[in-house]
């Protein structure tokens, strides 16, 4: 069975393509019989542009989240199947509220309770297998000090506010015959400490290839190298770098890395499992 992923919401989209574009993300992935929406992006873009590419959103098994940010979590509030059938999947702090520039409200549309009342919600720190060979990797741990966590706001935790180091940011990892692809909503935790994570979790399989955000926006050029050097050692194939990585950062992976660009409506196919 291949493993399908459809790109539904990216920055970029091309001229005479005609599809909506808009700063958030959203993928539709196809793998081991599954049907999963991974992000839900900033609005109902993702619903158009579905319905473009003839997929089927009422379909769906799985929603991830891949952590709380309204660029992420906002189409929450607009899918149409909500269903007890469908598991959603988030670390726990994933729909705490969320703010930055004092009371800038940046977080997922709906809270727990209400999550919690329209499908099935699973919260889980530690890594959680959909089926043997996808994962949804729970808290990211640190291992590389270039990427090291930094606050981004706050976050409201029993009634009392925190500096937000993103504890909630996650990935999905599919591990197929070649490898395992990961799949990245921002990176907050760190894009070369996702994949470390992964490797401790598929103990030790390759990783074939990645895509998605890798929070590479500005960064300086020792933090560049740094996550180039982890990236050429660790991944056999492909990476895609997409919505939160800018074209400074994308341009200077692609000279050291095999890379292919991101854009609404691009559909990747990865060998059987």
């Not at 926006?217 to 050097?229: A, F, H, I, Q």
């Not at 292919?260 to 990747?268: A, D, L, Q, W």
Request: a positive charge.
């Amino acid at each position: 069975m291949l493993n399908i992923i459809s790109i539904l919401v990216d920055n970029i989209t091309f001229t005479d393509e005609h599809f909506l574009g808009e700063p958030g993300l959203c993928y539709w992935i196809e793998a081991e019989g599954k049907k999963i929406l991974f992000d839900l992006g900033f609005s109902d873009t993702y619903i158009r542009n579905a319905k473009k590419l003839k997929i089927s959103l009422s379909k769906t098994n799985y929603i991830i989240l891949s952590h709380g940010h309204n660029d992420h979590t906002e189409g929450l509030k607009f899918f149409p199947f909500a269903s007890k059938k469908i598991q959603l999947i988030s670390h726990p702090d994933c729909l705490l509220p969320k703010y930055v520039s004092g009371d800038q409200y940046i977080g997922s549309p709906l809270n727990k309770e209400i999550v919690s009342d329209k499908f099935s919600y699973i919260q889980s720190e530690k890594p959680y297998f959909i089926t043997p060979n996808i994962a949804f990797l729970g808290r990211i741990k640190e291992k590389y000090d270039f990427e090291e966590r930094e606050p981004i706001g706050f976050i409201i935790r029993n009634n009392k506010k925190e500096n937000d180091l993103l504890f909630d940011d996650s990935a999905l990892a599919i591990k197929t015959k070649k490898g395992v692809v990961i799949i990245t909503g921002c990176s907050h935790s760190g894009i070369c400490n996702i994949v470390a994570s992964v490797k401790e979790i598929f103990k030790g399989e390759k990783i074939y290839s990645i895509i998605g955000g890798f929070h590479l926006r500005k960064s300086s050029m020792e933090r560049l190298e740094e996550t180039m050097k982890v990236l050429k050692k660790e991944v056999m194939g492909l990476i895609y770098p997409a919505h939160c990585t800018d074209f400074g950062a994308k341009c200077f992976l692609a000279k050291h890395l095999k890379t292919e660009k991101v854009y609404v409506s691009k559909k990747i196919i990865f060998n059987e499992n």
